[in-house]
């Protein structure tokens, strides 16, 4: 069984900047799809970037301001989030896909204060 582990949220203040890892336990694939999805309280789960062998998407509100990116080692990915905004508040979860099957982390808080 591959779990996802999260690191790196926090609080910050409007403006300040996070950056998020997520690792694959065992390291042993290179995952088709990876990506950061978020869900803030009362809303729907949304998926934040996502990166495959070429390709990287993000949603238009952190466009400018959040970089998704795959480490060496299989199975890492990091989310560097810069300018801050309260609106970025929520729980953040990675996510990973590779043979049908699909992977989801347990989630790290970001909290941004005005």
């Known amino acids: 069984q591959v779990q996802l582990v999260e690191s790196g949220g926090g609080s910050v203040r409007t403006g300040g900047s996070l950056r998020l890892s997520c690792a694959a336990s065992?390291?042993?694939?290179?995952?088709?799809?990876m990506g950061w999805y978020r869900q803030a309280p009362g809303k729907k789960r949304e998926l934040v970037a996502s990166?495959?062998?070429?390709?990287?998407y993000y949603v238009d509100s952190v466009k400018g301001r959040f970089t998704i990116s795959r480490g060496n080692a299989k199975g890492t990915l990091g989310l560097q989030m810069n300018s801050l905004e309260p609106e970025d508040t929520a729980v953040y979860y990675c996510?990973?896909?590779?043979?049908?099957?699909?992977?989801w982390g347990q989630g790290t808080q970001v909290t941004v204060s005005s």
């Open positions: 990166i495959t062998s070429r390709i990287a």
């Open positions: 065992p390291s042993i694939f290179n995952f088709d799809f």
């Open positions: 996510h990973a896909e590779v043979q049908g099957c699909r992977y």
